[in-house]
T-cell receptor, first 114, second 114 residues
Framework: DQQVKQNSPSLSVQEGRISILNCDYTNSMFDYFLWYKKYPAEGPTFLISISSIKDKNEDGRFTVFLNKSAKHLSLHIVPSQPGDSAVYFCAASARAFGNEKLTFGTGTRLTIIP | DTAVSQTPKYLVTQMGNDKSIKCEQNLGHDTMYWYKQDSKKFLKIMFSYNNKELIINETVPNRFSPKSPDKAHLNLHINSLELGDSAVYFC?????????????FGEGSRLTVL
C-alpha cells in the first residue's frame, strides 16, 4: 500500500534549467509534506516543507507547490546546479490527526548535466 | 562533529546470527527513530522513541528490539537474522518542537545477511 508515490525513478536536467520533481499521495489525512535530498552513502537531509494550509512555499532556489484537490505536490529547483544531483524523497504526515509518522516515497534520482 | 552517528556503517553476517546497530545523537533532541530502506528503496519507519519511551512501533517482527538507554541513544538489536533483513537502516532524531517536521538522519548502516 504505497501512500506516497514518486512515479519517476530518474530525471536528467541541463545545468541552469528548471528541475521539476513530482509526488502524488493517496491518503487524504496527510496535511504536511516534506522533501528530503540524499547523496550516496549519506542519510537524507531535509530540504523544504509545506503545510496543507498553503499551496506554495519557497526557499531560495527551491519551491514546493501543493495541489490538494489533485493530491499532488512538486518540487521546483531553479536554476539547477551540478550539486543538486542526488536522490529526492517526498514524505508526508498526518499531523492534525496526531500522527507525525513520515511516510516516504521511493525517491527520484536527479542528475544535472553540466 | 557528526550530529546523528550510527555504527557500524557496514555489517555482513550469516543467517541466524544476532547483531546490533548503535545510534547516538548530539543535537539534544527528544525523539529518535529507526527507519529501514529495503531493496525497493522504500524508507519505512520501524520505531520511534520520545525521551526513552516507545511511541511508535510499526509492524516489525519481534526479532527486532530497540533499546534507548538515554534520550541521546537508540540502539537496534536484531535476533535470528534472516535474508530479508538485508537493508540499509537509518537512525534519525527530531527536536521537541517539531514545527517543521524535520528529521535529522544518520548516514545509514548497510546490513547484508548471507
Amino acid at each position: 500500500d504505497q501512500q506516497v508515490k514518486q512515479n519517476s525513478p530518474s530525471l536528467s536536467v541541463q545545468e541552469g534549467r528548471i528541475s521539476i520533481l513530482n509526488c502524488d499521495y493517496t491518503n487524504s489525512m496527510f496535511d504536511y509534506f516534506l522533501w528530503y535530498k540524499k547523496y550516496p552513502a549519506e542519510g537524507p537531509t531535509f530540504l523544504i516543507s509545506i503545510s496543507s494550509i498553503k499551496d506554495k512555499n519557497e526557499d531560495g532556489r527551491f519551491t514546493v507547490f501543493l495541489n490538494k484537490s489533485a493530491k499532488h505536490l512538486s518540487l521546483h529547483i531553479v536554476p539547477s546546479q551540478p550539486g543538486d544531483s542526488a536522490v529526492y524523497f517526498c514524505a508526508a504526515s498526518a499531523r492534525a490527526f496526531g500522527n507525525e509518522k513520515l511516510t516516504f516515497g521511493t525517491g527520484t534520482r536527479l542528475t544535472i548535466i553540466p | 562533529d557528526t550530529a546523528v552517528s550510527q555504527t557500524p556503517k557496514y555489517l555482513v553476517t550469516q543467517m541466524g546470527n544476532d547483531k546490533s546497530i548503535k545510534c547516538e545523537q548530539n543535537l539534544g533532541h527528544d525523539t529518535m527513530y529507526w527507519y529501514k530502506q529495503d531493496s525497493k528503496k522504500f524508507l519505512k519507519i520501524m520505531f520511534s522513541y520520545n525521551n526513552k519511551e516507545l511511541i511508535i512501533n510499526e509492524t516489525v517482527p519481534n526479532r527486532f528490539s530497540p533499546k534507548s538507554p538515554d534520550k541521546a541513544h537508540l540502539n537496534l538489536h536484531i535476533n535470528s537474522l534472516e535474508l530479508g533483513d538485508s537493508a540499509v537502516y537509518f537512525c534519525a532524531s527530531s527536536p521537541r518542537d517539531r514545527s517543521t517536521g524535520e528529521l535529522f538522519f544518520g548516514e545509514g548502516s548497510r546490513l547484508t545477511v548471507l
